[in-house]
């Protein structure tokens, strides 16, 4: 781990500053096809129980409710007040569950298992409570003091008593939306969030026992300044969670309609949102927080800082875990699944989901199977962006081939980077910076036989770099 203080270039910031996906996947998901469905997904399963050491299991579901919209999210969510629908939607869910628990092996170990969404806590404690009991009579729940069980919440609609029962249930992970205590910034895109409801929430799960809190801040946002973003700096620091997130807003209302009623105008300009960003970068790692690798922050103490520095770190679909080498199964409305060598998803359609299910289905609409080079690229990218580096010769021997020659081109293009001090480059392979690791989609994307070289601002598929 490298103690050079980290110091900011704006005009290497702005000339990084593209579109480009966040590798949770690789390949990432606009390369899915309706030619992977059910057939093809029990087969990934069936040859994925036959390794000789199976795999462990992560557990995603997706809960797509949320009583209010937030106009910045391009989360798969569904705006309703109407508790009813989480009834309906919880018997179809557990029709997945038994469609899918028959197939795996009961010697395979769930070491996590994640409630991501819309919003979570849509559902009552005793309705999750319910879910992880269900879970755990298909499932082999492991008893390993490092397993999992984690949940998105929104403050504004739970309360500290609910976060007890979450306890009582297994919960020992949480993440609270806050994105900025402005006010100003908070009227613009509908979500009214005071500092006393989010600390009463934090409070809870210190006071329940749970292991790790998180909070998710997002820059870029309408009527955002430098000045207001320091001040909620100041106040969640003052909160200290375990882990921070500080997502860079991606304005994108061409494929998430919610966006629309944000007011452009009050966008900050590229040069404040790149202030934003290094504002954050400087506040957190002065005040402690280790940075993990894209827009993730940990305490020290915290698993997901010891990964890190241990180079056990994982990247998926949920984000950075520590959970590596695991099969990931995807329950409910739009939820992704990697299965061996194969991804899956549902569809993102709440009718298309519940009528597979009602037809006894799986709701598989599209996926893919990963070819060998797919497999060699995943696997490197996975170490840019956990590791921040890449052994040529160890992923030589992983995969049997020459590394140095099979990415002759893209190590060609690191030239660039290593220039301008975000890696070097020596005999064993690509060593990146502390700066560098700002810029680790730009490094990755070097990597992707898939992304078109012509990447535009103008209306893109992808999030910016920055």
Known sequence: MEDTPIRFDPELLRRYDTAGPRYTSYPTAPRFTDAFGQTELYAAIAQSNDEPIPRKLSLYVHVPFCESPCFYCGCNRIITRDKSKADLYLKRLYREFALLAEHFDQDREVVQLHFGGGTPNFLTPEQ????VA??????????????????????????????FKLAKAGFNRASLGVQDFDLAVQEAVNRVQSIEETRAIVD??????????????IYGLPNQTVESFRKTLDEVLAIRPDRLAVYGYAHMPHLFKPQKQLDASLLPTAHTRLELLRCAIETLTAAGYVYIGM?????????????REAGTLHRNFMGYTTHANTDLIGFGV????????????NPRDLNDWE??????RLPVFRGMNLDKDDELRADLIQNLMCQGEVSLDALSKRHNIDGQRYFAEEIAQMAAFEADGLLHRDESGIHVTLKGRFFLRNIAMCFDRYLSKNVTLEKPTHSRSL
């Open 204 to 217: 809870a799960c210190r006071a329940s026992g749970f292991e790790s809190v998180n909070l998710d801040l």
């Open 128 to 131: 999750l409570n319910e879910v």
């Open 134 to 163: 269900l879970l755990r009579n298909q499932f082999n729940f492991s008893n390993a003091s490092d397993r999992d069980i984690s949940i998105e919440l929104d403050p504004r609609f739970v309360k500290p008593d609910d976060i």
């Open 334 to 345: 739009s939820a992704i699944s990697k299965i061996g060598g194969t991804f899956s998803q």
């Open 355 to 360: 009528l597979a299910l009602d037809e006894d």
């Open 295 to 307: 827009d993730h922050f940990a305490l020290p103490g915290d698993s997901l800082a010891k990964a």
